[in-house]
C-alpha cells in the first residue's frame, strides 16, 4: 500500500454517539484497532461490521486454524499486507505451522496443506481469484461441509474478502 491514511482516525471516546459500537468492539476485541478507528467514522458501518466480522471470527463451526489460513490467503491474494500481519500471530497461536503460513504466500498451493485445507483454499482462491466457484468444487466441498458449515465458509472468504478490499483502498497500513 502506497500513500497515507485516506480517512482520519476516531480517537474511541471522543463522539458519545460512538460509545455503545465502541463498547461492543472493546468487549469483543479487548481493544479498538486501527482498522475500528477508522470504520468508526460511521457509526452504522463500525457496529454492523462488528456484529458481523464477529460472527463469523468466533461464532462458526469452521476450525479456528482452518479460518486462520482461508484469511491469510486473502490476504496474500489481495496485497492486504496489513491483513495478514494482522493475523499471521493469530494462525500460529490457532496451530498453524511457519512451513503452512509461507505456503499461502506461493502463486500454486503447496502439498504442504491436508485435504480439506486445500479444498477450502481453492475455494478462497475460485472466490477471490475467479469470484464463480465451480460445480466440481462445490461437490467436493459438499462431502466436508452440511448446509450451515458451506454458508460459514463461504461467508468467511467473503468477509475477509470485505476486509482487504476496505484496508488496500483506504491505505490503512502499520
Known amino acids: 500500500m502506497s500513500g497515507h491514511l485516506r480517512v482520519p482516525l476516531v480517537t474511541p471516546g471522543t463522539n458519545p454517539e460512538l460509545a455503545e459500537v465502541e463498547g461492543r468492539i472493546m468487549a469483543e476485541r479487548g481493544r479498538v484497532s486501527l482498522l475500528y478507528q477508522v470504520l468508526l467514522n460511521s457509526g452504522p458501518i463500525a457496529s454492523g461490521w462488528e456484529r458481523m466480522l ?11 486454524d482452518l479460518r ?6 486473502v490476504a496474500v491474494l489481495n ?4 491483513e495478514f500481519e494482522a493475523h499471521a500471530p493469530i494462525a500460529r497461536r490457532e496451530g ?4 503452512k503460513i509461507a505456503a499461502v504466500k506461493e502463486n500454486a498451493l503447496s502439498s504442504v496443506f491436508a485435504p480439506e485445507e486445500a479444498l477450502v483454499l481453492e475455494l478462497t482462491d475460485a472466490m477471490t481469484r475467479e469470484i464463480n466457484v465451480p460445480d466440481t468444487l462445490f461437490t467436493r466441498l459438499r462431502e466436508i461441509f452440511d448446509d450451515k458449515g458451506l454458508v460459514e465458509v463461504v461467508a468467511t472468504v467473503a468477509a475477509y474478502n470485505m476486509v482487504s478490499r476496505f ?6 497500513s502499520h
Do not use: D, K
Not at 54 to 64: D, E, K
Not at 96 to 99: G, K, L, Q, T
Open 167 to 172: 484496508l488496500v483502498a483506504l491505505n490503512i
Open 79 to 82: 496485497r492486504a499486507a496489513f
Open 68 to 73: 486462520e489460513l482461508i484469511i491469510l490467503r
Open 54 to 64: 464477529t460472527a463469523v471470527r468466533n461464532q462458526t463451526c469452521i476450525p479456528a
Open 96 to 99: 498453524v505451522s511457519e512451513e
